[in-house]
């Protein structure tokens, strides 16, 4: 199993330009979440989601799309890129549990995005 | 108030002490309780989970105080590999999701 895996893991863009960033699990999880991490900081969460088809909001989702349409695949796309979006990324998988309980979070090893 | 909040340190110690980080948290109905590692620039690992009370794994416990609403992580005997950053993590708010503290990095010394 490859567990979880980020494409690309590197990008500069310049401000305006868009893109998408790739997580792909094969653990069958359900819960599937996207995170920013910049220098000095914890990670924040920007978009998740807890099945198939499904997303919501995190903590910062402000130009910030994302897409579920396979069980495996969590995509987040930039629109328009900007500077303050200069950060890395983690996507993170969770296998269902029991209610109000968490098992681990297993992490992909991020992409490291500069905008110019 | 934010949802997790730790100690950022540095906390700079030699070799063989003994260290406790702590960590408070806002979400009183948390059942799940975590202690990430993290290496720089690198993803974050599980440390240590915390359902109950507390776990101890090696030279390494977990402790729960439910009332006070804290996390403490105690890592005895410290070793040079344990320098990293430790991230707390509990359930957020209103999400199906964990939140992470902003971490406490440690630095062990020779």
């Known amino acids: 199993n490859a567990g979880v895996t980020q494409t690309p893991k590197f990008r500069v863009l310049k401000t305006g330009q868009s893109m998408t960033l790739l997580c792909a699990q094969d653990?069958?999880?359900?819960?599937m979440y996207w995170y920013r991490q910049d220098p000095g900081m914890g990670l924040r969460l920007i978009h998740y989601?807890?099945?198939?088809?499904?997303?919501a909001k995190g903590e910062v989702p402000d130009g910030y799309n994302v897409s579920r349409l396979k069980k495996q695949n969590f995509l987040l796309g930039l629109e328009s890129a900007a500077p303050s979006q200069t950060s890395v990324y983690f996507c993170?998988?969770?296998?269902?549990?029991?209610?109000?309980?968490?098992?681990?979070?297993?992490f992909g090893p991020g992409t490291r995005l500069t905008v110019l | 108030r934010k949802e997790v909040e730790q100690d950022p340190g540095p906390f700079n110690v030699p070799e063989g002490a003994t260290v406790a980080f702590n960590c408070t948290y806002s979400?009183?109905?948390?059942?799940?309780f975590f202690w990430y590692r993290q290496d720089c620039r690198k993803e974050p690992k599980l440390l240590m989970s915390?359902?109950?009370s507390g776990n101890e794994d090696g030279r390494f416990t977990a402790q729960l105080n439910r009332a006070s609403q804290y996390i403490s992580l105690l890592i005895r005997d410290s070793k040079l590999s344990d320098s990293a950053t430790y991230l707390c993590?509990?359930?957020?708010?209103?999400?199906?999701?964990?939140?992470f503290g902003s971490g406490t990095r440690l630095q062990v010394q020779p």
């Open positions: 993170a998988s969770i296998p269902r549990g029991p209610p109000i309980t968490y098992n681990e979070q297993f």
């Open positions: 653990m069958n999880h359900e819960y």
């Open positions: 989601s807890v099945g198939e088809g499904t997303t």
């Open positions: 979400n009183s109905a948390s059942q799940s």
């Open positions: 915390v359902y109950s």
């Open positions: 993590v509990v359930p957020f708010t209103g999400r199906r999701a964990l939140t």
